[in-house]
């Protein structure tokens, strides 16, 4: 990338992703490059493909859950084209690693509305709590167990009672109780790996 297009998106891209300061957008517009050049792919001037967002997801954050990681990759795919440009990338984890509540709520509610329609179903949750749990080698059916999950946070968060959570159920419910934010599948990176992900990423620029 020349100098003068890495000057001109940091300069857009400190305006977009509010969250990140000038030297830090360079950085995440470095590392989008390094993925870039390791995807041998030939969209690579669109952007990087579901399986190195994946694999990023995984090394750096720990995620395993394919369901979950892929959703991720939608929400972050704002365009719909299958590809992660450095736009989507650097917005997108403006909120995944910085965003306020109101953003995250917003973000964690897309990743759990597998069909877009905005509800989160009983199918839904019951899909995602399904690939999330741990399974358990017991006498049990485990599918009764998750049922059992999904109608405890139904009842907890489906205020207007119609079966489903529209985002104002869960907007609601998350703000009462912050616990409930990823209720259906971990989404977001934990504390000690989001903060492992920017001393790396960031450092470089720290150094004298």
Known sequence: MS??????????????AKHFNRDEVECLIRLFDTLMSASHSRFA???FDRNVFRDT????????DDVLMDRV??????DNDNFISVMEWVEGLSVFLRGTLEERIKYCFEVYDLNGDGYISR?????MLKNSLL?????????????????????????DHDGKLSFADFEEAVKNENLL???FGPCLPDVKSRMAF???????????
């Not at 399974?135 to 205020?159: C, F, N, R, W, Y």
């Not at 920017?198 to 004298?208: C, D, L, S």
């Open 73 to 78: 990759f939608r929400t972050f795919d704002r």
């Open 198 to 208: 920017e001393r790396r990423t960031f450092q470089e620029k720290r150094k004298p």
């Open 45 to 47: 001037a669109v952007g």
């Open 123 to 127: 199918e839904e949750m019951f899909q």
């Open 3 to 16: 100098k003068k297009r890495l000057q001109q998106l940091v300069e857009s891209l400190s305006r977009s």
């Open 135 to 159: 399974k358990q080698p017991s006498e049990e059916d485990p599918d009764e167990g998750i049922k059992d999950l999904v109608d405890i946070a139904l009842k907890k968060m489906d205020h």
């Open 181 to 183: 934010l990823e209720a």
């Open 57 to 64: 997801l995984h090394r750096a954050f720990g995620m395993t």
